[in-house]
C-alpha cells in the first residue's frame, strides 16, 4: 500500500495505491470526500482518493511518499466507514527503502545480463531481488526499494517477474534514487559496509 501527498503540484488529497491495475480498465466511485478507484471488470480496489485532507489529518505533511501513523491509518479509516464504504486500510507502517545486502547473487537461467539476488532487507527478512546491473554481486551493500515503495520520480514498485523469474523490489541506483551528484554512469549504489541492514535510506543526506 503507497501513500502519497503533494499538496503544492497535486492539491490537497491524499493518494492510496493499494494495487496495481496492470493496465486495466479501471472506474470510480465517491461518496463526500473520498473516491475509490477499481478495475471494471473485477471490482477490486486499487486506490483510494482522499480529498480535502487537512480536515481530517492536519498534521500530514510530505512532497510524495508519506507513512501515516497508526492513529492517522485509523481516522483514515473512520472517514472511509462514515461515508459509507466497507472496506479498510491496513498499513505495516515499515519503511519501503531502505540499506540492504546481497546474501546470494547467481546468473539468471534465461538471461545474459540479469542476475538473481537474495538480499536481506530487515529483521532476517530475505527478498529475491532480479537485478540488470553489471556490478551487482554477493556482499555488497546495497539501497533496496520493496514493494510497496515509490520512488522519487512516481513510479511504484510492486511484486513482479522478469524473464520469469519472480523478483520481490528493485536495487536502485545512485540515479534513480535522486542522490545529489549522482553519476550518470549506470550500476547500483554500493554503500558502506558500515551501515546498517533494514534501516531506511535518506537519498537527501546521502554523501558520495
Not at 481530517?56 to 505533511?61: H, M, S
Not at 551487482?136 to 539501497?143: A, S
Request: proline residues 5%; hydrophobic residues 40%; charged residues 20%.
Amino acid at each position: 500500500m503507497i501513500f502519497s501527498y503533494n499538496k503544492e503540484h497535486v492539491g490537497d488529497t491524499l493518494l492510496v495505491t493499494v494495487a496495481n491495475a496492470a493496465g486495466n480498465p479501471v472506474a470510480s466511485e465517491s461518496k463526500g470526500n473520498i473516491t475509490r478507484v477499481f478495475v471494471e471488470e473485477t471490482k477490486e480496489t486499487v486506490g483510494w482518493n482522499f480529498f480535502n485532507l487537512s480536515s481530517l489529518l492536519p498534521n500530514l505533511t510530505g512532497n510524495g511518499q508519506v507513512y501515516p501513523s497508526t492513529e492517522e491509518i485509523a481516522a483514515l479509516n473512520s472517514a472511509l466507514k462514515e461515508a459509507g464504504f466497507s472496506e479498510t486500510l491496513e498499513d505495516d507502517g515499515r519503511p519501503k527503502i531502505v540499506v540492504g545486502y546481497v546474501k546470494e547473487c547467481e546468473a539468471h537461467p534465461d538471461s545474459d545480463h540479469l542476475s538473481v539476488t537474495q538480499t536481506e532487507v530487515d529483521n532476517g527478512e530475505v527478498l529475491q531481488i532480479v537485478c540488470g546491473a553489471s556490478n551487482i554481486k554477493q556482499g555488497l551493500t546495497v539501497v533496496v526499494a520493496k514493494p510497496g515503495a515509490m520512488m522519487p520520480d512516481g513510479m511504484m514498485i510492486w511484486p513482479g517477474a522478469l524473464r520469469g523469474v519472480e523478483s520481490l523490489g528493485m536495487i536502485c541506483s545512485a540515479k534513480e534514487l535522486h542522490v545529489p551528484n549522482a553519476p550518470e554512469a549506470k550500476g547500483i549504489l554500493e554503500l558502506p559496509e558500515t551501515m546498517t541492514v533494514g534501516e531506511v535510506f535518506d537519498a537527501a543526506s546521502y554523501k558520495l
